[in-house]
């Protein structure tokens, strides 16, 4: 709930900013940003504006995140994995129960997952799970499969 608030903030920012620009580039003589946004919001294409950002941000916990197994041991593969968040710009912040919780390194990056950028990863019987932020997790994942890959390629020569 918090996490589809936060996006329908965000998507409102990002229209009253697209707005403000478009206002720079072409100036509406006597008219300011709030009265174009004004006008927009009670015409029936700003309705629909808002019926949209309000679907998009309901929606996006469901897919904007993902579970992902992948088949390892962290405590055999924990160089590897603490690699692939290095490399994608994460840290370790804690671990606790076997869980540990990545955070991005960066603030900018933070902000610009709106600090929904934690990452876990967990052991489940054979399989890695990794639960995160889908277009970061997918960084983390895709930069671990290389290197879990080139271990064991390592292994079998």
């Not at 897919?63 to 370790?92: H, Q, S």
């Not at 919780?101 to 990794?130: C, M, N, P």
Request: hydrophobic content about 50%; overall charge negative; some cysteine.
């Amino acid at each position: 709930m918090i996490c589809a608030v936060k996006y329908f903030i965000a998507f409102c920012v990002l229209f009253v900013a697209i707005t403000w620009l478009s206002m720079l580039a072409q100036p509406i003589e006597g008219y300011t940003v709030w009265d174009v946004i004004e006008a927009t919001l009670r015409s029936d294409r700003g309705m629909w504006l808002m019926v949209a950002a309000v679907v998009l941000a309901a929606s996006y916990p469901r897919f904007g995140f993902l579970t992902r197994k992948m088949e390892g041991f962290i405590e055999e593969d924990r160089a590897e994995v603490e690699k692939a968040f290095a490399l994608t710009g994460y840290r370790l912040e804690s671990e606790e129960d076997g869980v540990m919780h990545f955070r991005a390194e960066s603030i900018v990056k933070r902000f610009l997952a709106l600090f929904e950028d934690e990452i876990t990863v967990s052991q489940y019987g054979q399989w890695i799970i990794i639960k995160g932020n889908r277009r970061q997790a997918a960084r983390v994942i895709y930069r671990l499969e290389m290197l879990l890959s080139q271990k064991r390629a390592g292994v079998e020569e």
